[in-house]
């Protein structure tokens, strides 16, 4: 099936009543010629790319490319579609073999792919994106119908067709952090409608979700980096970033390009007034003292960063 392997996982997981109806096998290109060989490859994938677990279903190996010539296969990953008489019906993706089984609720959709890293550049900024837009990128990522509860959101002081306050940029970030980082400061949230087949954006439910894997994991690497710098290698190739008399904004767009580092600034500060997008910056950022010359040129704002969700985010200074 075409797409992303912690997708198949996801998927495979939430059929697990159905499979009776179909079945999924993995089969790797000729890179490999021994399962040894495939499981040292696959180890720090797994940590990287599959919350650490295991492929759940069958893996073969094509080291002389029989199966790859026999189905004609160009580029991996390439998805077949086989029906249970053996016959090639044609390629398909993870969403079409999943429209021919039972529906899943809103709810398990969600709780899928909201821990899946995708390979999303996110550039989510106020003046570009509103509730409108930022809800067609979540029908988009998670196959369900979102609705905006209008009345909660203009109790919250925001408006669907208005700037929605926070910025995000970069990548990786999973659907979860990007609701912690753009709903959550605001009182809002995803909560399942009533018959379960789409999405609410409405009040947040006050139970608080535990830090994923991919949480984790990414704030271990970002807080790395903070504190001692880009590695070696990424060093020599990165030199400092000169940044004089431009937007905040401006700045930490800077910053996620030059270092390729997922960036933020605090929803909820900006919406209250106390961080301005457009207020004035300058500073030399050094990739061997990320911390050291982000807090420097934030610091005449009373501004500072801290890893959160997945980003280094910009945030008023404690007093």
């Known amino acids: 099936m075409a797409g992303s392997l912690p997708e198949l996982i996801a998927f495979y997981e939430d059929h697990a009543g159905h499979r009776g109806k179909f079945e999924i096998l993995a089969i790797h290109d000729d890179s490999v010629k021994s399962f040894a060989e495939l499981d040292k490859k696959l180890a720090s994938i797994k940590k990287s790319r599959w919350q650490g677990k295991e492929l759940p279903f069958p893996i073969l190996l094509d080291g002389n490319k029989a199966t790859h010539n026999l189905y004609g296969i160009h580029g991996w990953p390439t998805g077949l579609l086989i029906d249970p008489d053996g016959k090639l019906v044609a390629e398909a993706s993870v969403e079409e073999l999943e429209a021919k089984l039972p529906p899943l609720s809103a709810e398990k959709k969600w709780a899928r792919h909201r821990d899946i890293q995708k390979n999303v550049f996110w550039s989510f900024e106020p003046k ?3 509730l409108n837009t930022f809800a067609e990128t979540l029908k988009r990522w998670t196959g369900c119908d979102i609705i905006l509860d209008v009345d909660t959101i203009k109790a919250c002081g925001l408006r669907t067709d208005g700037p929605l306050p926070g910025v995000v940029i970069g990548s990786p970030i999973t659907l979860r952090s990007i609701d912690e980082l753009l ?14 087949q789409a999405l609410r954006i409405t009040k947040r439910p006050r139970a608080k979700d535990s830090t994923s894997y991919f949480q984790k994991l990414h704030a271990k690497e970002l807080t790395d980096q903070l504190d001692r710098g880009l590695t070696t290698t990424e060093s020599k190739e990165a030199k400092p970033l000169e940044i004089k008399d431009q937007s905040l904004l401006e700045a930490i767009q800077l910053v996620a390009r030059e270092f390729d580092l ?7 500060a900006m919406h209250v007034g106390k961080l301005d997008p457009e207020a004035k910056v300058s500073g030399r950022i050094e990739p061997g ?3 050291k010359s982000l807090t420097k ?15 280094i985010m910009v945030i008023p200074a404690s007093k």
């Open 297 to 311: 040129m934030l610091e005449p704002l009373r501004l500072t960063v801290e890893v959160r969700q997945e980003v």
């Open 262 to 268: 997922p960036v933020a600034l605090d929803a909820k």
């Open 128 to 130: 570009e994106n509103t």
């Open 289 to 291: 003292a990320l911390r």
């Open 183 to 196: 709903l959550a400061p605001h009182g809002l949230g995803l909560v399942p409608s009533a018959e379960g």
